[in-house]
């Protein structure tokens, strides 16, 4: 009988269905343990990914510190290290500081009522397609101050990067994710010139005049184009999970008028089964995690899926506990590269679940729902449900 590291598959049918049993069962008999197909350390213990995450000199996010490359395309707050990092991660983060949040919530509110308004009464419908992608796309244009992009084209875009973060396991998903990721940079390009609106690309573009070093205005660039896809991805699998989180647990959303609870709330969805599983950081010099021995040049694999479920963290880890405080949770990440987008994610969380409780009829589930085949972004396809 293989061992339960050699049985275990990110993309197992049974896994995307329900990661949480497997991990745990990981967590108890080896919480630290190479996987082949991954060719990674991977850790499962909530204590051991902090530690990684938060000690970026030893666990390094930029490649080009052992020795490997970086496509000048993925140059961003996402892929450089502080010191390289600060600089650009505190320009976008002062911005977004500035911006109208409780506007955006608003209006994110509106279209998603609106949404509901449209779908009610007309038979069963995808989550994803008809509330998780345009709220998704509308919170993200909103908080750069552009004009949302065609919902479908965009989706097909973002999907394809998406996709590529897969690309250790499936090294084919790496050229269309590349291509896609140009088709986006071309378009932040034209809002850069074009874009007049005020937001959050207004704002970092003043920081960067024409005759500011071409490098400065590469990063900002480059990562403009990571908050939006990043942003919209993200951000539209939270919540097709979000919802999915809430037709299992009846009266949670009803709960959830009480403001205090839909505040704590949003978090312990995004805890609960939140969207980004994982990520990866490489060893920058040899080190020991728990019993494993981590070589200089190998990649480390926090999973925040099951950290995020370590009884050593939480209390009562299966159950949506609404009112959890503190929820030191990692699926925003954590330290140096976690996300930018925190407040702006869980304002328009908020956004859904108000919405959802302002309407009249009640969701439900309408046959079976498809999880997408990826193992760092944890979604949904397809979420058929029925409103009223
Ligand atoms: C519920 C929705 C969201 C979740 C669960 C989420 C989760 C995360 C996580 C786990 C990371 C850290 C990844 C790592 O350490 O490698 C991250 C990074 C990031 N997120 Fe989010 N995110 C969400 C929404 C957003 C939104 C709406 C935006 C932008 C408006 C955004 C922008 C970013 C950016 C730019 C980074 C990279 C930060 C860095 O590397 O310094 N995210 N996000």
């Known amino acids: 009988m293989p061992s339960l590291i050699d049985r275990y598959d990110p993309l197992d049918p049974e896994v995307l269905r329900n990661p949480y ?17 991954m060719g990674s350390w991977t850790l499962t213990r909530y204590a051991d990914c902090v530690r990684v995450l938060r000690d970026h000199a030893t666990f390094a996010r930029d490649a080009r510190r052992t020795g490997g490359t970086v496509p000048e395309p993925s140059l961003s707050v996402q892929t450089l290290d502080p010191p390289q990092q600060s600089q650009i991660r505190s320009l976008f983060m002062t911005a977004l500081r500035a911006q109208d949040l409780t506007g955006l919530e608003e209006r994110a509110c509106h279209l998603a009522r609106e949404r509901l308004g449209e779908l009610a009464g007309a038979g069963a419908f995808d989550v994803m397609a008809e509330i998780a992608v345009p709220l998704s796309v509308a919170v993200v244009s909103d908080l750069l101050g552009v004009e949302a992009p065609p919902y479908e084209e ?3 875009v973002s999907d394809a990067i998406m996709r590529s973060m897969d690309g250790g396991l499936n090294p084919t998903l790496v050229e269309p994710g590349r291509v896609a990721r140009q088709q986006l940079s071309d378009l ?3 809002w850069f010139t074009a874009s007049s609106r005020p937001g959050l690309l207004t704002q970092v573009r003043q920081a960067v005049s024409p005759d500011s070093d071409a490098l400065a205005r590469l990063y900002v660039k480059n990562t403009a184009r990571v908050v939006f ?12 999970n979000a ?8 009266g949670a959303l009803e709960q959830m008028r009480n403001p205090a609870l839909l505040a704590t709330g949003v978090d312990e969805l995004v805890r609960f089964d939140g969207p980004v599983q994982g990520t990866t950081r490489i060893a920058v010099r040899s080190c ?6 981590i070589e200089a040049g190998q990649k480390v694999i926090p999973l925040f899926a099951a950290a995020n479920h370590d009884p050593a963290a939480f209390s009562r880890v299966d159950e949506l506990v609404l009112d959890r405080s503190p929820n030191r949770h990692l699926g925003y990440g954590w330290g140096p590269h976690s996300c930018i987008g925190t407040t702006v994610a869980q304002a328009g969380l908020r956004a859904l679940v108000a919405a959802l409780n302002d309407h ?11 999880r997408r085949r990826t193992a ?3 979604a949904f396809d397809t979420l058929p449900v029925l409103l009223g």
């Open 21 to 37: 049993p497997v991990l745990a069962e990981l967590r108890l008999s080896e919480p630290v343990f190479w996987h082949e197909g």
């Open 154 to 156: 965009f989706a097909a």
């Open 188 to 190: 932040v390009d034209y």
């Open 229 to 240: 896809q990043g942003g919209y991805s993200t951000m539209a699998a939270a919540v097709g």
């Open 243 to 250: 919802v999915q989180t809430l037709l299992g647990h009846p």
């Open 288 to 293: 020991r995690i728990g019993d494993a021995v």
């Open 360 to 370: 009249p009829a009640r969701l439900t589930a309408a046959g079976d729902s498809v």
């Open 376 to 378: 760092t972004m944890r």
